[in-house]
């Protein structure tokens, strides 16, 4: 089943902090709505210590993280479910940290991330985050970019001889695939 969940901001924002719903695995009352950081640089998804004994979870596992003034504590590892809209992660295993003195009580990291696939756009001064799960294809902007030069020569060269098709070779004509491309300057309408 492919899920995905969207996110527009109102603004660009450098932080992306978004609504998390967490379960225990299984028990569907004991659902909580926490305020999730996106973070690239965490390998793994934290919860609010005072979150977590809220909840009741137990430690299933202990792990050493470095915290505080370089310390390394030993901290809790819960086994929760995760929910954004219809993404779901029906079992991870999350680290428990104090984060009562932060505007977010969850950390999404990367063992979140690699379930599929994520995106961050900032078009017309708006940041949005986007993800799926599964992973469906590949995103290369610098292979978007290459084509579409190699593509316009090509289109200029052919158009003079009359012919109007894409050079991409999709069959259709240049204004109804490559030429109607986010990388070309938009034709004015009238
Ligand atoms: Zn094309």
Not at 58 to 63: G, I
Not at 65 to 78: D, H, Q, R, S
């Amino acid at each position: 089943m492919i899920t995905a969940h969207t996110k527009h901001f109102d603004t660009i924002v450098r932080r992306m902090i978004i609504p998390c719903e967490i379960a225990i695995p299984g028990e569907e009352n004991s659902r909580q709505t926490l305020s999730a950081l996106w973070d690239t640089g965490a390998t793994s998804t934290c919860i609010s210590q005072e979150v977590a004994e809220t909840m009741g979870l137990k430690p299933e596992d202990f792990t050493p993280v470095i915290g505080m003034e370089n310390k390394t504590i030993e901290a809790p590892l819960y086994s929760i479910q995760i929910s954004m809209g219809s993404f779901i992660i029906p079992y991870i295993q999350v680290i428990g940290l104090p984060m009562s003195s932060h505007e977010h009580n969850m950390i999404l990291g990367m063992d979140v991330m690699v379930h599929g696939d994520v995106s961050i756009t900032n078009h017309n001064g708006k940041t949005t985050l986007s993800f799926r799960q599964p992973s469906l294809e590949t995103i290369d902007y610098s292979k978007e970019v290459r084509d579409i030069k190699r593509y316009t020569t090509m289109h200029m060269a052919w158009q003079k001889q009359g012919n109007q098709k894409c050079p991409c070779g999709s069959g259709k004509l240049w204004d109804n695939c490559h030429g109607n491309s986010v990388y070309l300057p938009k034709k004015a309408k009238y």
